[in-house]
């Protein structure tokens, strides 16, 4: 069950979005592991009145979302051993880590628990938000490559070549090794 909302999660990031400089930003900095630098300049597009330009940051709101949301895992140190925080969230069986364990953790209060579920919740609707109001007015297109989605895991403030989705994607099972483009494998 889990591999399959994971798999719905990523489907909904290459489905058809839409064609424009919004879209295009949002594309770059979904492969740079920027996308919440991008969220303000796509949500003033999107408050301006282009309808289109909200699917960037209904795009770009998720991917910002679970970032934060694991970069608050590995600051409280949400790991026991042998599983990572990744592996808590979508179960056991992971092999690899995205990042290493936080040598120094934070304490984790109840308040603090709180505030990170509502920071990812509210992150969440504001997605949604901002993707009902784009669908107001049509369909668009946008071809997003979801395995090179980059995701700083350990908020050290650079998402690192090794931090995708794809490498998450096989550490959880859905992948057995990291997927190769065919034009990437067929290059000498």
Do not use: H, W
Not at 33 to 45: K, L, M, R, V, Y
Not at 115 to 139: C, I, M, N, P, Q
Not at 141 to 146: E, S
């Amino acid at each position: 069950m889990k591999q399959f909302l994971v798999l719905a999660a990523l489907a909904g990031l290459a489905v058809p979005a839409m064609a424009s400089e919004a879209g295009d930003l949002a594309r770059e900095q979904l492969y740079a592991g920027n996308a919440a630098q991008a969220i303000p300049a796509t949500s003033e597009d999107c408050d301006d009145g282009n309808r289109e330009a909200c699917f960037a940051p209904g795009l770009l709101t998720p991917v910002s979302a679970y970032e934060g949301f694991a970069q608050d895992l590995y600051r409280y140190g949400a790991t026991v051993p042998g599983t990572t925080a990744a592996g808590m969230l979508f179960g056991p069986g992971t092999q690899q880590e995205l990042a290493p364990a936080n040598p120094d953790p934070e304490p984790l209060t109840y308040l603090g628990l709180r505030t990170v579920l509502e920071d990812f919740l509210l992150d969440l609707d504001a997605a949604r938000a901002a993707f009902e109001k784009g669908g107001e007015s049509g369909d668009y297109v946008l071809t997003i490559d979801p395995l090179k989605v980059r995701v700083d895991f350990n908020g050290d403030g650079k998402a690192d070549a090794d931090e995708t989705l794809a490498l998450l994607l096989t550490m959880v099972g859905i992948f057995t090794e990291i997927p190769i483009p065919r034009s990437a494998a067929a290059r000498p």
